[in-house]
């Protein structure tokens, strides 16, 4: 039976659904800066907060969304494990449901897997007032459609996540990070060959300083093959990078803090294999994330279109992760429109989940 936190929850859904009013689904708002138009009243999910399971051994945690993000962090650094996707944070009110509703991850991503590769199973609530149950505690535990990693990056549109249970790893016995001072072209290149070996690789990053590229490559496992891999990788060792990998976590590096106003941030994701990619004139260069696969660019407005192009011929897609001062910005799509195979089966399931359209308008 539903607590009294989930019942008030049920009962607004209820009540919005049969007057057909818009209701924005929020948790601590860290995310919110990537809405197109913040829309509807909001439904805050803080009051479902707690971690009601956790078995360290089994490596499962559940926790109601509401739940602080760091809290969760905390409860599993204690018995030395993680969330080994990193999920960005924003912010220090981040939660848990919105940590999966976002399905964004961190540096580790290209090594380790997405957000919806750890969430086991999750209970919602619909857009008919109903509180639904999928998936569970283990790996092995979907037959038939896989509605727990469907709402997963689904940004809220479908059902305000209400519990989530996660597989969780633990923490890397040992780390290094090695310095490269290189071109982009160089650290691509780098980096697709040491991907074709075993080596203990677990993030990267690249970046132009005054005309000066630079490669941080992460290392992470067994205290033997990290040692080995420092040796027959060469580079310079950084000591206490730590601190560093958050920053690059929650875009708090240099690069990040000190893009102008008039700039977009925009995220390009392309495959691994992609080459430097030749970005409109004026353009500066990007900070390369998960061994190329994710590329970071600062350009006006004006390049919306043809920053999406770009990506596409390489066969991937771009995502204006940060609209500019520029009030122009706030009509520019966020996410590229889906195929319309694909944009049938979204409607599809929208109209199943969430039959009067009230869940976060104008959020996709």
């Not at 039976?1 to 009540?15: E, G, K, S, V």
């Not at 559940?62 to 809290?71: I, K, V, Y």
Request: hydrophobic content about 40%; overall charge neutral.
């Amino acid at each position: 039976m539903p607590d009294t936190a989930l019942q008030t929850l049920i009962d607004q859904i209820r009540a919005h659904a049969a007057s057909g009013t818009p209701l924005r689904v929020r948790g601590g708002g860290t995310h919110d800066f990537l809405a197109q138009r913040l829309q509807g009243e909001p439904l805050e999910t803080a009051a479902c907060s707690g971690i009601t399971g956790y078995e360290p051994s089994e490596l499962v945690v559940t926790a109601r969304a509401g739940t602080p993000l760091a809290e969760l962090e905390a409860a599993l650094a204690e018995k030395g494990q993680c969330l080994p996707f990193e999920p960005p944070r924003f912010g220090a009110s981040g939660t848990v449901g919105g940590m999966v509703a976002a399905g964004l991850s961190g540096p580790a991503r290209a090594s380790v897997g997405a957000v919806r590769d750890y969430v086991l199973g999750l209970q919602m609530i619909n857009g008919r007032g109903q509180w639904l149950t999928f998936g569970g505690q283990v790996m092995k535990n979907v037959a038939g459609y896989d509605v727990s990693r469907l709402m997963t990056g689904s940004w809220g549109t479908l059902g305000v996540i209400t519990d989530v249970s996660l597989k969780v790893l633990p923490v890397a016995p040992a780390q290094a990070t090695l310095r490269f001072a290189c071109s982009q072209a160089d650290a691509l290149r780098l980096l697709h060959e040491w991907g074709g070996k075993p080596l203990p690789l677990n993030a990267s990053c690249w970046v132009e300083d005054d005309g000066v590229g630079t490669l941080y490559l992460r290392l992470r496992g067994a205290v033997a093959a990290v040692d080995a891999a420092c040796r027959q990788l060469g580079g310079e060792r950084q000591p206490d990078a730590a601190a560093d990998w958050d920053a690059c976590r929650d875009q708090r590096l240099p690069w990040f803090a000190s893009r102008d106003s008039a700039l977009c941030l925009w995220r390009l994701s392309v495959p691994q294999t992609a080459p430097v990619l030749a970005l409109p004139a004026g353009v500066a260069a990007p900070l390369v994330e998960w061994h190329g696969g994710q590329r970071w660019v600062q350009s006006g407005p004006e390049h919306a279109l043809a920053l999406r192009k770009l990506a596409a011929e390489h066969g991937g897609h771009a995502t204006l992760f940060r609209a500019s001062s520029d009030e122009k910005t706030l009509d520019l799509p966020r996410f590229e429109p889906q195929k319309p195979p694909l944009d049938r089966i979204h409607q599809r399931l929208k109209a199943e989940f969430d039959p009067a359209g009230i869940f976060n308008p104008g959020r996709l």
